[in-house]
């Protein structure tokens, strides 16, 4: 979506033969539209270029794509919505939007690069160190919020298994940047062939069970180090951490409803425990974002410190518990947590099914279609 929405809309290949009385004003409105230098937004991009395509071809004629196809679902809707207006009036559309999107202050500047691709090549998305008995998971991505990939669930499935029987005492989670992490990539499924959908779905399905066994079976003390906004999966994992310490600046958010799915992680059995079923639905049902004081208040979290003093404070604390016996730690644990494993497996296959469900389902992909159509960039 992001490539097809690019401006200017050089792509939106013009049939001159469609040209009549406005061609030249019609050709004046490309190219003003070419040197303007603010992004008009998904909305009008859509329009213009559906206008384009009825003033050169008339009425929408193509078969409608599929709805994970999101570009060219965007697009298609875009024209069809224009119904049999006259080219002609499509063309005067045309000129009249892009003439109300140039000031003329704008005419003769340059156009504005597009956004660089911030992707490092080679780059770790996922970083594990082990020092001073901890092993610590950071993730890595924080010019994408620390989104969690595809291929981080298997790196950390993977890590997590490493730790399980390495040196350390404790192991940590925390993010590099300003945010903890925004969940799981949303991009994870939205360039899925029509033909693969429910595979993909099924398949997401797998590797979510897997990634959250993987936290219910860890036998040494989790620590969650969260360094500032936490959404979706990374909040719904926390109830099977054991220790959870917060910046001031952290908030907590699990927009489910608001993405067409629904909670993952074992929220659904272990939030209600912590914080009561009247909050737990406060959350995982109206996606009410917390405070980090506010997530203490309920139970969530630990402890919250200020910003300023956060990292020294906690990575203090956090060495000096790594120096406690290890193995008294994890029977600790084990004590802990032992009664509720059989319990957290079977909530984690339940909500991984019925997940699976939700991304099959139109208000989930509607949801995926908007985030993804709203990033959009010129
Ligand atoms: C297979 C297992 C599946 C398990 C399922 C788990 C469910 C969940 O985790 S649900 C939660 C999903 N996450 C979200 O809904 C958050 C979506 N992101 C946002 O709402 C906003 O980006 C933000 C509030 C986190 C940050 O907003 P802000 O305005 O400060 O920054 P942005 O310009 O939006 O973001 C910078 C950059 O990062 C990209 N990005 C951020 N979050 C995600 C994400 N979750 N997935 C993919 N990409 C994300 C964002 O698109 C920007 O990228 P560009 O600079 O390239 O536009």
Request: charge should be positive; aromatic fraction near 8%; proline fraction near 6%.
């Amino acid at each position: 979506l992001l490539q097809v929405l690019r401006f200017p809309v050089v792509q939106l290949h013009m049939s001159r033969t469609a040209m009549r009385a406005s061609e030249k004003d019609f050709e004046n409105a490309r190219n003003q539209l070419k040197l303007l230098m603010k992004d008009p937004g998904n909305e009008v991009k859509l329009k213009l270029y559906a206008l384009y395509k009825q003033a050169t071809e008339g009425p929408c004629n193509t078969p409608k794509p599929s709805m994970l196809d999101f570009i060219n679902k965007a697009k298609w809707d875009a024209w069809n919505a224009l119904g049999s207006l006259p080219k002609e009036t499509a063309r005067q559309n045309y000129v009249d939007l892009v003439s109300s999107l140039s000031p003329s202050s704008e005419s003769s500047s340059q156009v504005k690069p597009a956004a660089a691709n911030e992707k490092q090549p080679g780059s770790e998305n996922i970083i594990v160190t082990s020092q001073d008995g901890i092993t610590k998971i950071m993730f890595n991505r924080p010019t994408k919020k620390n989104a969690i990939t595809t291929s981080m669930y298997k790196e950390i499935i993977h890590a997590l298994k490493a730790a399980s029987t390495d040196n350390s005492a404790i192991t940590v989670f925390t993010g590099n940047g300003d945010y903890y992490s925004s969940g799981n990539d949303l991009t994870n499924f939205t360039d899925v062939p029509p033909n693969s959908i429910e595979e993909t779905a099924k398949n997401a399905s797998i590797l979510l069970r897997e990634f959250v066994d993987a936290f219910i079976d860890f036998p040494k003390p989790l620590v969650a180090v969260i360094n500032g906004p936490a959404v979706g999966i990374v909040v719904t994992l926390l109830g099977l951490f054991d220790v959870v310490y917060a910046s001031d600046k952290a908030t907590f958010h699990t927009p489910f409803s608001e993405l067409g799915q629904s909670p993952e992680g074992c929220a659904s059995y272990t939030f209600p425990k912590i914080m009561g079923p009247a909050k737990a639905a406060e959350m995982l049902i109206l996606g009410k974002k917390l405070t980090a004081g506010e997530a203490c208040a309920r139970g969530l979290v630990t402890e919250v410190f200020p910003e300023s003093t956060f990292q020294k404070e906690v990575w203090t604390r956090l060495k000096a518990y790594a120096k406690l016996p290890t193995n008294s730690l994890r029977i600790s644990k084990e004590l802990i947590r032992s009664n509720e494993k059989e319990k957290l497996h079977a909530v984690n296959a339940e909500e991984c099914t019925v997940l699976q469900g939700r991304w099959l389902s139109e208000e989930c992909m509607n949801a995926l279609m908007n985030f993804v159509s709203r990033k959009s960039k010129l």
